[in-house]
């Protein structure tokens, strides 16, 4: 399934009915007087969030969106039928707002939740409504308004209470595989993952927590550049952020990383493999701070994958690195985890129930 996060669709409220202009013609009722009756109001447009809905994919195929008209009135004060009402169902997560002006109309985040997107144009009025002591038989009625008309955006963002975020190939997809039942596409070389993935961790007590594999960060992602424009999104909801630095240094960088003050800080060498690491969490911390909406202050944990690839005194070495890092930043000391393994997973997860405030029994 295609993973589709922006949509642009057009929503056309129905048009009212038309009021008629009829008189009573019936046996021993003279003068019967004016029966038109008012048109029925036009189909309203509603959008409604559906939690068996991922992605904006059928937005794709359709991109307009009409409720049925209202119908005209009938004799015998008789009003015309409503049109029905059209509801559009989208993933629970979307933001709906307006192309002309940007302006946020809806963020539709419970299951069933609804929002009026265009309402329905009034019906018209019959002669009988125009019925007055000066005007015994009036020949007037009105025709039906329009209805509403909207060019709407709609942006889909994850709900997932914890973002593994990180620079490619540093094992993102590798964690929620072993984390949760998803099954992301793994692979040994960098931007494998093109698209969110989401897992789904439980505890021990059988609640589950909904975490999100961010497609890789790098250098310029704030401005456009690689995949994690387009993504960022998807971690501003996100209660804590899981941030994966390769212990081995081997991090795509999407370019030659610039000097940052807390590379200049470490006094590890290449042998060691202190500045690489120390690197590799620059650009991603630049790219938080860039984008903005709150990120590099959301509660994050970090950690060290691929532990597998070193031994013991490299790791603690690395951890001894990060430190600075983290407690500049009032973070929780960072882990160091195997995913391949499973060494160290029991300890993240221990530290992101800790985090979000949850028990693990």
């Not at 999100?212 to 790098?218: E, K, Q, R, T, Y």
């Not at 401005?223 to 994966?244: K, N, P």
């Not at 202190?274 to 991603?284: E, T």
């Not at 882990?335 to 029991?346: E, K, R």
């Amino acid at each position: 399934m295609q993973f589709i996060d922006q949509a642009r669709v057009l929503v056309r409220a129905g048009r009212g009915g038309d009021g008629i202009v009829a008189f009573r013609r019936e046996k021993y009722v003279p003068a019967g007087g004016p029966s038109g009756g008012d048109g029925g109001r036009g189909g309203h447009v509603l959008l409604r969030a559906d939690a068996n809905l991922q992605t904006l994919l059928d937005f794709r195929y359709r991109r307009e969106f009409q409720a049925t008209d209202g119908r005209r009135g009938g004799p015998n004060r008789c009003s015309g039928a409503g049109g029905e009402d059209l509801v559009i169902r989208v993933p629970c997560g979307t933001e709906v707002r307006d192309c002309r002006t940007g302006l946020l109309l809806a963020d539709l985040t419970e299951p069933d939740q609804e929002v009026l997107v265009a309402a329905g144009g009034r019906g018209g009025l019959g002669n009988a409504h125009y019925l007055s002591n000066r005007n015994r038989a009036p020949e007037k009625a009105t025709e039906g308004k329009a209805g509403e008309e909207w060019l709407l955006q709609l942006e889909l963002k994850l709900l997932a209470e914890v973002g593994i975020i990180g620079l490619p190939n540093a094992g993102k997809s590798t964690l929620i595989a072993a984390l949760s039942a998803a099954r992301p596409r793994i692979a040994d070389y960098p931007f494998t993952t093109l698209v969110p993935n989401l897992g789904v961790v439980r505890r021990p007590s059988g609640d589950g927590t909904v975490f999100a594999d961010i497609p890789g960060l790098i250098a310029g992602a704030a401005d456009g550049a690689g995949l994690g424009h387009d993504f960022l999104r998807h971690i501003e909801r996100t209660r804590l952020l899981v941030h994966l630095v390769d212990a081995s240094g081997g991090g795509a960088r999407g370019g030659e990383a610039e000097e940052d003050e807390d590379a200049g800080e470490a006094d590890g060498s290449a042998a060691d493999g202190s500045a690489a690491v120390l690197a590799d969490l620059a650009v991603v911390e630049r790219e938080l701070q860039a984008y903005g909406h709150g990120l590099a202050e959301r509660p994050r944990l970090l950690v060290l994958s691929k532990a597998e690839l070193l031994d013991q005194a490299a790791i603690t070495t690395l951890l001894a690195a990060l430190q600075p890092c983290a407690a500049a930043r009032n973070l929780p000391p960072a882990l160091a985890i195997s995913a391949v393994t499973g060494a160290g997973l029991a300890e993240l997860r221990r530290a992101v129930w800790q985090q979000l405030g949850l028990q693990e029994d």
